[in-house]
C-alpha cells in the first residue's frame, strides 16, 4: 500500500468508525486539535492502562501521580522553559506564510543555496544552525513559497508555552501556563512521593497527562497537536549509575512496543549527538517508528541528570538533595526519564495494525490490534433475528460484559458483520445460530487467523479471559 495512502485510510477510518473526530468540526475545526469518539477513547484508554501497567504494577519501586496542568510560573524558569522553548521564526512580508527559521535553512542546505546561507563554513546539525541564524543575509532570502525576493523578516523568538491568567485580573503579575510537558509536575513533587511511598533511591513516579505547546508546524494528524498527552516515567538513580540505567529503560521501553505488538523492523534507536543533545541532557536515545510520512521520534529516554532538581532547588531555594542514612551520603539524585505521546503512539498502533486483504472474493480491511487494547473485544452476532436466537446472543453478551467490551451487532449479513468488526479491531466474534438451540454451543471466530471452532456458551468467560490474559 502507498505510504501516502495509508495516512490517508487512517484518518478516514477514525472520522468513519468514530475513532477520532476534528476539534468543534461544525464551526470548520480548531487547527490541530482533534476529540476521540467511543471508539478512540476505549483505544487511548487501554493503551494508557497498558503503559500504566507495564510501568508500575510490574515494578515494586515506580508509583503514580497526578499533577495539575496549572503549576507555579517560576517552575518554567527554573526548567528552563521561559528563557529557551523557543523557536525562531521568520514571515513573508508578501505571502504572509510563516517558516520555522530552521525549516527554511533546512531547505537552503539542501539546495546548497550557500549564498543565503552566506557562509559555507557553517557546520551540520542545531549548533550550525544557530550560527545560521546569525550569518543569514535574511532582507537577501527569497521566500520558498511565493518567490519574492527581499520579503522575508530577521527571525523573531517565539515562545511554545500557552499563557493564560489566573484570577480576575489580566496582568503580568497573574500570568500562569499551561504546562509544555508533564515532567516538571513530577519533579516539584519527589519529595513528597519518596516520603509518602517510603521510597528508596532507585524509584520511579509515573504519569500520564495533557501538555500543550504552541507548536509552529502541527499536522499528520494527531502526530503533531498543539494539545496532546504524555506518558512519562521519571526514575531517580544514583549520582554514578546515570549511564547503565538510561541502557536498562531505553531497553526495555524498546521491548514495550514489541509487547504492544509493533512491528520490530518499523521501530528503531536513535541515539543523539552531542548536538543533538537537549541543554539538560547528558546521553539521550529516541525510540523512532517509520511512520508514512519517514521516521520519527516515538519517545524519549534522556539522562537528564541532577539539572532539574538542582535548578529547582536552587529556585525555591528548597533542600531537595537525598540522604542515604547507612552512609550518611547526602547527594542530588539523577534522573533518567523515559517521556512517550499517548496520541502518537495509538496513531502508531492504527498505522501499524491497518491491513487489508481479500475474504471470501471481497476486500477486507482489518486492523489487527494486540486484543488487550482493541476497543471492543467481542461482537456477537445471531444469524437470524426470530426464533430465540436474538434473546441467546444476548444473554450471551450480558455474561461477558464483566469480562470485556461487547458489541451486539444484528444489522446485515454475517458476512457483513465480520467486516464492520474487523475494521475496527475486535478480535473475536461469536455467531448464534439454530445448532445453539440444540446443543448450547456458538461459532467462535477469530479475527486473524479467521479460525473458527464451536464452543459451549458458559465456557465463553473463561475462554475470553484466558485469552486476554498474559
Ligand atoms: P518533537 O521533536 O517531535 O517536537 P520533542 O523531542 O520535543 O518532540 P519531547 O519533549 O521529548 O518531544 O516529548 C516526548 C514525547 O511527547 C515525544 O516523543 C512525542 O511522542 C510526544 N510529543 C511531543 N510533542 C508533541 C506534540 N506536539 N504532539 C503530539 N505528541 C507530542
Given at each position: 500500500m502507498a505510504k501516502e495512502n495509508l495516512m490517508d485510510k487512517i484518518v478516514s477510518l477514525c472520522k468513519r468508525r468514530g475513532f477520532v473526530f476534528q476539534s468543534s468540526e461544525i464551526y470548520g475545526g480548531l487547527g490541530s486539535c482533534w476529540d476521540y469518539g467511543p471508539l478512540g477513547i476505549e483505544l487511548k484508554n487501554n493503551l494508557q492502562n497498558f503503559w500504566w501497567r507495564e510501568m508500575t504494577?510490574?515494578?515494586?519501586n515506580i508509583v503514580g501521580i497526578d499533577a495539575a496542568i496549572?503549576?507555579?510560573p517560576r517552575v518554567w524558569e527554573a526548567s528552563g522553559h521561559v528563557e529557551g522553548f523557543v523557536d525562531p521564526l521568520v514571515d513573508c512580508r508578501q505571502c504572509k506564510t510563516r517558516f520555522k527559521a530552521q525549516d527554511l535553512i533546512g531547505q537552503w542546505r539542501a539546495k546548497k543555496k550557500l549564498d543565503t546561507l552566506?557562509?559555507?563554513?557553517?557546520?551540520?546539525?542545531s549548533e550550525g544552525d544557530v550560527a545560521a541564524l546569525r550569518v543569514i543575509r535574511w532582507g537577501d532570502?527569497?521566500?520558498?513559497?511565493?518567490?519574492?525576493?527581499?520579503?522575508l523578516t530577521a527571525p523573531r523568538l517565539f515562545n511554545l508555552m500557552f499563557k493564560t491568567f489566573m484570577g480576575p485580573v489580566e496582568e503580568a503579575a497573574s500570568v500562569v501556563y499551561l504546562r509544555p510537558e508533564t515532567a516538571q509536575g513530577i519533579y516539584v513533587n519527589y519529595l513528597n512521593i519518596m516520603n509518602t511511598a517510603r521510597l528508596k533511591i532507585p524509584f520511579g513516579i509515573a504519569q500520564v497527562g495533557k501538555a500543550f505547546r504552541n507548536e509552529i508546524t502541527p499536522g499528520n494528524f494527531i502526530f503533531r497537536t498543539r494539545e496532546f498527552e504524555q506518558m512519562e516515567m521519571q526514575f531517580f538513580v544514583r549520582p554514578d549509575d546515570g549511564d547503565p540505567w538510561l541502557e536498562k529503560w531505553r531497553d526495555e521501553r524498546f521491548e514495550f512496543y514489541i509487547k504492544l505488538?509493533?512491528?520490530?523492523?518499523k521501530l528503531r534507536l536513535h541515539q543523539h549527538t552531542p548536538k543533538e543533545l537537549a541543554h539538560y541532557a547528558k546521553a539521550a536515545y529516541d525510540i523512532e517508528y517509520e511512520f508514512p510520512f519517514g521516521w520519527q521520534e516515538l519517545e524519549g529516554i534522556h539522562n537528564r541528570t541532577d539539572f532539574d532538581l538542582r535548578r529547582h532547588a536552587e529556585y525555591s531555594g528548597k533542600d531537595l538533595t537525598y540522604f542515604v542514612e547507612e552512609t550518611r551520603e547526602r547527594f542530588v539524585p539523577h534522573i533518567i526519564e523515559t517521556s512517550a505521546g499517548l496520541n502518537r503512539t495509538l496513531l502508531v498502533v492504527l498505522l501499524d495494525a491497518y491491513a487489508e486483504d481479500t475474504q471470501e472474493g471481497e476486500l477486507r480491511t482489518v486492523l489487527r490490534l494486540n486484543p488487550k487494547i482493541a476497543p471492543i473485544k467481542v461482537g456477537v452476532f445471531s444469524l437470524?433475528?426470530?426464533?430465540?436466537l436474538l434473546e441467546v446472543a444476548d444473554r450471551i453478551a450480558q455474561d461477558l460484559r464483566p469480562v470485556c467490551s461487547v458489541f451486539i451487532d444484528h444489522q446485515g449479513s454475517i458476512g457483513r458483520r465480520y467486516r464492520r468488526m474487523d475494521e475496527i479491531g475486535t478480535p473475536w466474534g461469536i455467531t448464534v445460530d439454530y445448532q445453539t438451540l440444540e446443543d448450547q454451543t456458538v461459532t467462535l471466530r477469530d479475527r486473524d487467523t479467521l479460525e473458527q471452532i464451536r464452543v459451549n456458551t458458559v465456557q465463553l468467560p473463561q475462554i475470553i479471559r484466558e485469552r486476554l490474559a498474559d
Open positions: 504494577q510490574l515494578h515494586d496549572l503549576m507555579h552566506a557562509d559555507a563554513d557553517i557546520p551540520e546539525g532570502a527569497v521566500c520558498p513559497n511565493c518567490g519574492t525576493h527581499g520579503s505488538g509493533i512491528r520490530k523492523e437470524v433475528k426470530r426464533d430465540g
